[in-house]
Every structure is written in C-alpha cells, then in structure tokens.
C-alpha cells in the first residue's frame, strides 16, 4: 500500500518508497533526501526532500495538466 491511515487524527503517514514513486509520477526528480535528527524515537523517521522538476521536451507536467484540464465556466 506505501501509506498509513490514522482515522483518530485522520493523518496519513507515507514510506519513503512510496514518496519516491509519487515524486516520479509528479515528474520530479529526487535531488537530496535526508533523516531529520533530534525527533523523539516514538515519532515515525521524518525525511526532508529536496526536488527538481524533470526536463521535458513537451513542457512540464503542471503546463499539460492545465493545457488538458476542462474549461472552468465562471
């Protein structure tokens, strides 16, 4: 599943695998990751993530997704 589902605070809490795969889908490259330290050991390991968009010769994926996004009549 790649994920964690708390329905008493109603968080979710995903694994680095699964972070990973959604960055990519994104089209965003994984730069630098690191473990954040000094957290008390009950908390789940909390990861920061430096990210780049990927190249793309069609534009980025944000540009195709407005592009191929219906019209919004106001």
């Given at each position: 599943?790649?994920?964690?589902?708390?329905?008493?605070?109603?968080?979710?809490?995903?694994?680095?695998?699964?972070?990973?795969?959604?960055?990519?889908?994104?089209?965003?490259?994984?730069?630098?990751?690191?473990?954040?330290?000094?957290?008390?050991?009950?908390?789940?390991?909390?990861?920061?993530?430096?990210?780049?968009?990927?190249?793309?010769?069609?534009?980025?994926?944000?540009?195709?997704?407005?592009?191929?996004?219906?019209?919004?009549l106001e």
């Amino acid at each position: 599943m790649g994920f964690e589902v708390d329905n008493t605070d109603n968080s979710v809490t995903r694994s680095d695998k699964h972070y990973k795969e959604l960055f990519d889908k994104a089209g965003l490259t994984l730069i630098r990751d690191e473990i954040q330290k000094d957290l008390p050991d009950e908390l789940f390991e909390v990861r920061m993530y430096a990210l780049q968009r990927k190249p793309s010769a069609e534009g980025s994926p944000t540009k195709k997704a407005k592009k191929n996004a219906p019209a919004v009549l106001e």
